[in-house]
């Protein structure tokens, strides 16, 4: 009788134990398997990455806002794609909304035409007496831009004596609409020397 009191308890405590790892062990293992850094603080690597981002967009950032307020007038923005021309595979749409989300945080404003149909649209609803007075959109307060940003990443590549010499420039340029004129343009420049063995190269 005692034996089997004894072979029941472990019996129970096998099972308790399974349980417990079948339910925690995967957390364990997943929250273990994620640290997040501080992308300020992270290192440069062979690829475009979080450095040349952050640098880009400080840089750009205060030499665009800086010319647009010694402009003394209303800004409206239209953000044009910025072409990767470089020898990498880079997604410009995140450089691009690094960019504009530091300009609008310093009140800089950015004209979405993609959107201007549904505002349009909105508006002449409004005027059809459908919608309440108070909330309704009045016609003729649609912005136009007057300066378009674009720009593009280009590069040049060299390899030599077991490593690879990137040279990296993002340009980004203003263009005043109502004359066709590029009235400001910048770059920032990256000299990037990496060793290659490892890659097999």
């Not at 009191?5 to 134990?17: F, G, L, M, P």
């Not at 263009?175 to 910048?186: C, M, P, Y």
């Amino acid at each position: 009788m005692r034996l089997c009191v004894i072979s029941e308890i472990r019996s129970i405590a096998i099972r308790v134990a399974f349980l417990f790892c079948f339910i925690f062990l995967p957390i364990a293992c997943a929250s273990g398997g994620t640290r997040y850094s501080d992308p300020t603080q992270t290192e440069g690597s062979i690829e475009w990455g979080p450095v040349e981002i952050q640098k880009t967009v400080t840089a750009m950032v205060d030499l665009i806002y800086d010319f647009l307020k010694s402009k003394n007038e209303p800004t409206f923005l239209e953000l044009q794609k910025i072409e990767n021309r470089s020898s990498e595979h880079i997604d410009t749409k995140l450089l691009s909304n690094e960019i504009s989300t530091n300009l609008i945080k310093r009140q800089i404003h950015f004209i979405d035409r993609a959107q201007r149909l549904d505002s349009i649209q909105e508006a002449i609803l409004g005027k059809s007496g459908l919608i309440d007075s108070e909330t309704r959109i009045p016609l003729g307060n649609l912005k136009s831009p007057n300066y378009k940003l674009s720009g593009e990443i280009s590069d040049n590549v060299r390899y030599f004596d077991g490593k690879k010499v990137q040279y990296l420039v993002v340009t980004l340029r203003l263009l005043r609409l109502s004359t066709g004129i590029i009235v400001w343009q910048d770059n920032k420049k990256f000299l990037k020397t990496t060793k290659i063995e490892q890659y097999g190269l």
